[in-house]
């Protein structure tokens, strides 16, 4: 059974910055990549970024491109992300999320394993 924790939120001003911390234990050899996602009150669950576990290779959705940061540390089978120039429209409960097997996508349907999520306050 996979397991993920994350760590790192917390209230932050405008224009400050966060990082993101997702451990996973209990990782299946064919799941491939790791996923971040954030969800506000009153919406729907939104992609943030992507990375596989081999090679790193990394997907963000458009809006993030720029600002957010997603990596790896494998040999802590831990996923990171790196939130710059937060603003108010970024608070949200952030969730990383594991497929059971293959890259996962977009979509949180694509995503089998899900943490309890963090929330992150950026105040104006």
């Known amino acids: 059974q996979v397991q993920l924790v994350e760590s790192g939120g917390g209230l932050v001003q405008a224009g400050g910055s966060l990082r993101l911390s997702c451990e996973a234990s209990?990782?299946?050899?064919?799941?491939?990549?790791m996923g971040w996602f954030r969800q506000a009150p009153g919406k729907e669950r939104e992609f943030v970024a992507r990375?596989?576990?081999?090679?790193?290779?990394?997907y963000y959705a458009d809006s993030m491109k720029g600002r957010f940061t997603i990596s790896r540390d494998n040999a802590k089978n831990t996923v990171y992300l790196q939130m710059n120039s937060l603003n108010p429209e970024d608070t949200a409960v952030y969730y990383c999320a594991a497929p059971r097997s293959g890259y996962g996508g977009r979509s949180p349907r694509d995503y089998d394993y899900w943490g309890q999520g963090t929330q992150v306050t950026v105040s104006s």
């Open positions: 990375i596989t576990w081999a090679g790193g290779s990394t």
């Open positions: 209990g990782r299946t050899s064919g799941s491939y990549a």
